[in-house]
């Protein structure tokens, strides 16, 4: 599924080094504004141990993990909503992601330039969040004549208007549309054409130095400034180091760092939660994969995403959650055991339902 997250922030705050860590690729980091001028793309895999226990019980010869896309984003700075910094271009690059995950520096290096001149998180988001709005107050304003008199003829149902100028009042108080309080209430479906920025989903990913990492309290004070969206903290230079390592290596420096689970995993776990998706199972002597599906799915949906000719002669599927097959240790003893099930049309997938699929071309 083409569903991205695109890495934003401030010029030199780590966009770019956490998206080399992520992507295991060399993109330019550079200590000076707008290194990155065209947004650049990697498929990051989602750590997923179910797969290397399928593998045994199947005999599986290759793993093939749900991935997660990134694009790393070149930096906003103050105005870019009125075109400073090529702020136009790059605002026009987030409008094609799914999500946004900010990237806001919390970590102090005399030797990296902060373009505002000081380390201040809630300062650096605020500037952000503030473009955002303002690109999106620009697109609202535009978009409401046209609605207005679409809604005149009939063309257009009130309710369409209704919304639009509720996002405009949320956006007029200086708040996103994704953490408003009145978000449950805008009717989101007649704002979606227009691809407003702040009604996106927001991950915060604060990059920070071992002060931070060791220090829950600091966390929570963070975590608390961008609620409801989920925070991820992580060292990006730490986690470019990690990705150079052996997995032993990795892991030994993770615990020396206090950390069970390195910051990358951490960002594509929630990045994928935050884009409202799950994964189910399949497996066999060739491979044990994870099919990302939407959350709410049902199983025809699911059986599409490995083939639309599965989806249209769809019959029924043959279903056991992970955690069953795993305590049955094989196939045949979870079907001896009755926890096989068979599934029709109607079913809505579970994450980690483990299914084969029963279908006519």
Same mark, same amino acid.
């Given at each position: 599924?083409?569903l991205?997250?695109?890495?934003?922030?401030?010029?030199?705050?780590?966009?770019?080094?956490?998206?080399n860590?992520?992507?295991?690729?060399?993109?330019?980091?550079?200590?000076y504004?707008?290194?990155?001028?065209?947004?650049?793309v990697?498929?990051?895999n989602?750590?997923?141990?179910r797969?290397?226990?399928?593998?045994?019980?199947f005999?599986?010869?290759?793993?093939?993990?749900?991935?997660?896309?990134?694009?790393?984003?070149?930096?906003?700075?103050?105005?870019?909503?009125e075109?400073?910094?090529?702020?136009?271009?790059?605002?026009?690059?987030?409008?094609?992601?799914?999500?946004?995950?900010?990237?806001?520096?919390?970590?102090?290096?005399?030797?990296?330039? !902060?373009?505002?001149?000081?380390?201040?998180?809630?300062?650096d988001?605020?500037?952000?969040?503030?473009?955002l709005i303002?690109?999106?107050?620009?697109?609202?304003?535009?978009a409401?004549?046209?609605?207005?008199?679409e809604?005149?003829?009939?063309?257009?149902?009130?309710?369409?208007?209704?919304a639009?100028?509720?996002?405009?009042?949320?956006?007029?108080?200086?708040d996103?549309?994704?953490?408003?309080?009145?978000?449950?209430?805008l009717?989101?479906e !007649?704002?979606?054409?227009?691809?407003?920025?702040t009604?996106?989903?927001f991950?915060?990913?604060?990059?920070?130095?071992?002060?931070?990492?060791g220090?829950?309290?600091?966390?929570?004070?963070?975590?608390?400034?961008v609620?409801?969206?989920?925070?991820v903290?992580?060292?990006?230079?730490?986690?470019?180091?990690?990705?150079?390592?052996?997995?032993?290596?990795?892991?030994?420096?993770?615990?020396m760092?206090g950390?069970?689970?390195s910051?990358?995993?951490?960002?594509?776990?929630?990045?994928?939660?935050?884009?409202?998706?799950?994964?189910?199972?399949?497996?066999?002597?060739?491979?044990?994969?994870?099919?990302?599906?939407?959350?709410?799915?049902?199983?025809?949906q699911?059986?599409?995403v490995? !083939?639309?000719?599965f989806?249209?002669?769809f019959?029924?599927?043959?279903?056991?959650?992970?955690?069953?097959?795993?305590?049955?240790?094989?196939?045949?003893?979870?079907k001896?055991?009755?926890?096989?099930?068979?599934?029709?049309?109607?079913?809505?997938?579970?994450?980690g339902?483990?299914?084969?699929?029963?279908?006519?071309?």
């Amino acid at each position: 599924m083409a569903l991205t997250i695109g890495i934003v922030g401030l010029p030199n705050v780590g966009k770019s080094t956490l998206f080399n860590a992520l992507t295991r690729q060399t993109v330019l980091a550079a200590n000076y504004p707008f290194a990155t001028i065209e947004p650049n793309v990697g498929i990051v895999n989602l750590p997923d141990e179910r797969l290397g226990k399928l593998a045994e019980i199947f005999g599986s010869q290759t793993l093939l993990p749900a991935t997660v896309s990134f694009v790393d984003i070149a930096g906003i700075v103050r105005g870019a909503s009125e075109g400073e910094g090529l702020g136009n271009q790059f605002l026009a690059n987030i409008r094609e992601a799914a999500a946004i995950a900010q990237v806001v520096r919390v970590f102090e290096d005399p030797d990296v330039i !902060h373009v505002d001149g000081k380390v201040d998180p809630a300062s650096d988001r605020e500037t952000i969040n503030t473009e955002l709005i303002l690109a999106d107050l620009q697109t609202v304003e535009k978009a409401i004549p046209r609605i207005e008199k679409e809604v005149r003829i009939k063309k257009r149902e009130a309710a369409e208007l209704d919304a639009l100028k509720a996002a405009q009042a949320v956006l007029e108080r200086g708040d996103t549309i994704f953490s408003s309080i009145d978000s449950d209430k805008l009717e989101m479906e !007649h704002l979606r054409e227009l691809g407003l920025l702040t009604a996106k989903p927001f991950i915060y990913v604060f990059n920070v130095d071992d002060t931070v990492l060791g220090n829950p309290e600091r966390q929570q004070e963070l975590r608390d400034m961008v609620a409801p969206a989920e925070a991820v903290f992580l060292d990006a230079k730490l986690e470019s180091d990690l990705v150079e390592l052996s997995e032993e290596e990795a892991r030994e420096m993770l615990e020396m760092n206090g950390q069970t689970e390195s910051g990358l995993d951490q960002l594509a776990r929630v990045g994928f939660r935050t884009l409202g998706l799950q994964t189910y199972l399949t497996a066999g002597p060739k491979e044990a994969r994870a099919w990302t599906i939407n959350v709410g799915d049902t199983a025809p949906q699911a059986a599409g995403v490995i !083939h639309s000719d599965f989806e249209r002669g769809f019959i029924k599927a043959e279903v056991v959650s992970f955690e069953d097959l795993v305590e049955a240790g094989s196939k045949a003893e979870a079907k001896a055991m009755g926890k096989v099930r068979i599934e029709g049309k109607e079913y809505v997938m579970q994450d980690g339902d483990v299914v084969e699929f029963r279908f006519n071309v």
